[in-house]
């Protein structure tokens, strides 16, 4: 079950944390949306199965509301089965896969085709469950949507550079 984005106050440590950007906890499977006076909102999250995570430093470039979406040649390829029947996408809508609101992650001015998006499936939501993406339930990426910039910075951290403390 997932729980309600919660406010946490920073490690000191942590140098750097620029207020608006987003930092991605693998193991944890949380998201953090850095504020201003050292505090994050956190919110619970999934992340991609097997190998299809791809840890790294991503640009916010784009912003939808109610996105249209359709799977990657590379879905298809891996997935018929899943994927076959809605090769051309699905229209927008709470069933959509990409659920109500998705921020578009970019190398440069490459799309990567990875999102920050809801989630029509909130049970997924700490587990490794996407081909690629991070999901959210569509209550916390609605709340955190208007409040990320265009042009803000998104870290996936991999399991070895999680920002949670590991015993």
Same mark, same amino acid.
């Not at 140098?15 to 987003?22: A, S």
């Not at 999901?135 to 955190?144: G, P, T």
């Given at each position: 079950? @997932?729980?309600? !984005? &919660?406010?946490? !106050? #920073? !490690?000191?440590?942590?140098?750097?944390?620029? /207020?608006?950007?987003?930092?991605?906890?693998?193991?944890?499977?949380?998201? %953090?949306? +850095?504020?201003?006076? =050292?505090?994050?909102?956190? *919110?619970?999250?999934?992340?991609? &199965?097997?190998?299809? *995570?791809?840890?790294?430093?991503?640009?916010?470039?784009?912003?939808?509301? @109610? /996105?249209? @979406?359709?799977?990657?040649?590379?879905? +298809?390829? &891996?997935? !018929?089965?899943?994927?076959?029947?809605?090769?051309?996408?699905?229209?927008?809508?709470?069933?959509?896969?990409?659920?109500?609101?998705?921020?578009? #992650?970019?190398?440069?001015?490459?799309?990567?085709?990875?999102?920050?998006?809801?989630?029509?499936? /909130?049970?997924? +939501? =700490? =587990?490794?469950?996407?081909?690629?993406? $991070?999901?959210?339930?569509?209550?916390?990426?609605?709340? #955190? *949507? /208007?409040?990320?910039? +265009? =042009?803000?910075?998104?870290?996936? %951290?991999?399991?070895?550079?999680? $920002?949670?403390?590991?015993?």
């Amino acid at each position: 079950m @997932w729980s309600m !984005p &919660r406010i946490h !106050p #920073l !490690p000191r440590h942590k140098d750097g944390l620029v /207020p608006g950007d987003i930092h991605v906890d693998a193991v944890a499977r949380y998201l %953090y949306h +850095i504020e201003e006076g =050292g505090t994050a909102m956190r *919110y619970g999250v999934a992340i991609a &199965r097997g190998k299809l *995570y791809e840890p790294g430093t991503y640009t916010i470039k784009r912003k939808v509301r @109610w /996105p249209h @979406w359709q799977p990657t040649q590379n879905m +298809i390829d &891996r997935d !018929p089965e899943l994927y076959s029947d809605i090769a051309d996408g699905m229209e927008p809508g709470p069933e959509n896969a990409l659920g109500s609101r998705a921020l578009y #992650l970019f190398v440069g001015d490459r799309d990567t085709y990875l999102r920050i998006h809801g989630t029509p499936y /909130p049970r997924s +939501i =700490g =587990g490794r469950a996407s081909s690629g993406c $991070v999901r959210m339930v569509m209550a916390h990426i609605n709340d #955190l *949507y /208007p409040n990320v910039e +265009i =042009g803000s910075t998104a870290f996936l %951290y991999s399991a070895e550079d999680s $920002v949670t403390p590991r015993s």
